[in-house]
Protein backbone atom coordinates (compact mmCIF):
# COMPACT_ATOMS: atom_id res chain seq x y z
CA UNK A 1 0.00 0.00 0.00
CA UNK A 2 1.27 3.49 -0.89
CA UNK A 3 1.36 6.52 1.79
CA UNK A 4 0.80 9.83 0.64
CA UNK A 5 3.07 12.34 1.21
CA UNK A 6 2.07 14.70 3.62
CA UNK A 7 1.14 18.03 2.14
CA UNK A 8 2.10 21.84 3.09
CA UNK A 9 -1.68 22.00 4.33
CA UNK A 10 -1.44 18.12 6.32
CA UNK A 11 1.81 20.03 8.14
CA UNK A 12 0.40 23.30 8.98
CA UNK A 13 -2.50 21.42 10.93
CA UNK A 14 -0.30 19.58 12.43
CA UNK A 15 1.67 22.00 13.55
CA UNK A 16 -1.58 24.20 14.84
CA UNK A 17 -2.77 21.05 16.49
CA UNK A 18 0.89 20.95 18.56
CA UNK A 19 0.78 24.19 19.06
CA UNK A 20 -2.89 24.93 20.58
CA UNK A 21 -3.20 28.44 19.02
CA UNK A 22 -3.21 30.49 16.20
CA UNK A 23 0.17 31.42 14.97
CA UNK A 24 1.31 33.88 12.59
CA UNK A 25 1.84 32.96 8.62
CA UNK A 26 5.65 33.75 8.49
CA UNK A 27 6.39 31.40 11.92
CA UNK A 28 3.72 28.67 10.19
CA UNK A 29 5.41 28.99 6.48
CA UNK A 30 8.93 28.39 7.64
CA UNK A 31 8.33 25.49 10.03
CA UNK A 32 6.14 23.86 7.52
CA UNK A 33 8.90 24.27 4.90
CA UNK A 34 11.97 23.27 7.69
CA UNK A 35 9.64 19.98 8.37
CA UNK A 36 9.61 19.59 4.70
CA UNK A 37 12.86 20.28 4.32
CA UNK A 38 12.63 22.97 1.48
CA UNK A 39 14.60 25.90 1.58
CA UNK A 40 12.96 29.05 3.16
CA UNK A 41 13.45 31.42 0.38
CA UNK A 42 10.53 33.88 -0.99
CA UNK A 43 9.18 31.70 -3.72
CA UNK A 44 9.19 28.93 -1.46
CA UNK A 45 7.40 30.48 1.66
CA UNK A 46 5.33 32.03 -0.98
CA UNK A 47 4.01 28.61 -2.42
CA UNK A 48 3.57 27.09 0.80
CA UNK A 49 1.11 30.06 2.10
CA UNK A 50 -0.92 29.35 -0.99
CA UNK A 51 -1.31 25.92 -0.46
CA UNK A 52 -2.67 26.72 3.42
CA UNK A 53 -4.62 29.43 1.98
CA UNK A 54 -6.55 27.13 -0.42
CA UNK A 55 -7.50 24.13 2.66
CA UNK A 56 -10.74 24.98 4.25
CA UNK A 57 -9.66 23.03 7.36
CA UNK A 58 -7.26 26.05 8.68
CA UNK A 59 -9.01 29.25 9.94
CA UNK A 60 -7.62 32.87 8.85
CA UNK A 61 -7.85 34.75 12.05
CA UNK A 62 -6.95 38.14 11.01
CA UNK A 63 -3.63 40.48 11.25
CA UNK A 64 -1.43 37.07 10.00
CA UNK A 65 -3.18 34.63 12.04
CA UNK A 66 -3.97 31.33 11.15
CA UNK A 67 -5.90 28.56 13.00
CA UNK A 68 -6.39 25.29 12.77
CA UNK A 69 -9.86 24.12 14.65
CA UNK A 70 -11.15 20.40 15.00
CA UNK A 71 -14.59 20.88 14.68
CA UNK A 72 -14.39 22.72 11.57
CA UNK A 73 -12.31 19.63 9.74
CA UNK A 74 -15.00 16.87 11.26
CA UNK A 75 -18.22 16.08 9.70
CA UNK A 76 -21.35 17.43 11.42
CA UNK A 77 -24.32 15.12 11.60
Not at 1 to 21: C, F, H, P, Q, Y
Not at 57 to 67: I, K, T, V
Request: aromatic share 10%; proline share 1%.
Amino acid sequence: MLTRKKSEADWAVDILTVNGEPMHYMQLITEIAEKMGRKTDTNTLTSIYTRINLDNRLLYQGEGYWFYHVNRATRRE
